[in-house]
């Protein structure tokens, strides 16, 4: 599976699709990409490992651009390898900048000063968070029903384990979509989906929807799919489509949710 970016240029750090969409979700990709600018030569790495999940989540991009598509939802994907820096973790975090991946040393990473450190916050994170934030609060500002949803892909075996999910719906503090997603596909019997695996909120993924979605009060979720299974474009079509059904009718509930707790609020505001 060849990345998207593959020929992009070092000044390409963010991309936006459907920048217009009105759509009632924005999507988001941090992950879309394993395109290493040269001067970072690499950062050590041998190019087969740079096509791998180390760099990059396979498939991911593909899945997100279809149902940016179907949703009318403006896409936020990151141009860089979250090798040179990962946008979906915080600052503080050693993962932002890792010297080492799954059982891969990163010898490009190994040793940065903080002004290194810096320097990659600012030439990738901050377009990437200043992009997103900035479509968010124009839509907010426009009154304009926004959910956060962002798309992750993993490697059906880690650290020699197989593992028993195929589909993960992801949440931090603010439950409600991820709640509605996993009720909605209780019954699925096609994939094994389940609540915050392979990774949860204790691994420290969820820096995007906390800092994106928890922040401005937006019902947020990840969705984390096994990649072998997305891994080409009549994959990423079909898983697509069986998503479409999911968060639309999650939608309906949590946006049903909001309008009963309003009414609420207002019938007990007009009973003083």
């Known amino acids: 599976m060849k990345p998207e970016s593959e020929t992009d240029s070092e000044s390409a750090i963010v991309n936006v699709v459907n920048r217009d969409g009105s759509g009632p979700v924005v999507l988001v990709c941090e992950h879309a990409s394993s395109f290493i600018p040269e001067k970072y030569e690499n950062l050590g790495l041998a190019p087969d490992l740079l096509q791998s999940h180390i760099a990059w989540d396979p498939g991911a991009l593909g899945v997100a651009k279809i149902l940016s598509r179907y949703l009318d939802a403006p896409l936020i994907a990151q141009r860089i390898s979250r090798l040179v820096y990962d946008c979906n973790r915080s600052a503080d975090s050693p993962s932002a900048i890792p010297d080492r991946s799954e059982l891969y040393d990163i010898p490009g990473n190994r040793g940065l000063s903080a002004t290194d450190h810096n320097a990659r916050m ?12 900035t479509i968010l609060k124009a839509r907010l500002v426009s009154d304009i029903p926004t959910n956060l949803i962002t798309i992750h892909s993993y490697t059906p075996i880690f650290n020699n384990r197989s593992r ?12 409600r979509l991820g709640d509605a997603m996993l009720d909605v596909c209780s019954d699925e019997l096609r994939y094994r989906v389940r609540r915050n695996q392979p990774y949860g909120p204790e691994d420290g993924v969820t820096h995007t929807l906390c800092e994106h979605g928890i922040r401005f009060g937006l019902a947020n979720a990840m969705i984390e799919i096994r990649n072998d299974i997305i891994q080409d474009e009549a994959g990423q079509e079909k898983l697509a489509n069986w998503l479409l059904p999911i968060i639309t009718g999650s939608l309906e509930r949590v946006f049903y949710e909001q309008a009963q707790s309003l009414l609420a609020e207002g019938t007990a505001g007009a009973g003083h």
């Open 122 to 133: 600012s030439e990738v994170y901050e377009p990437f968070r200043q992009t997103l934030e």
């Open 164 to 175: 028993s999910v195929d589909i993960g719906i992801l949440h931090d503090s603010d439950t």
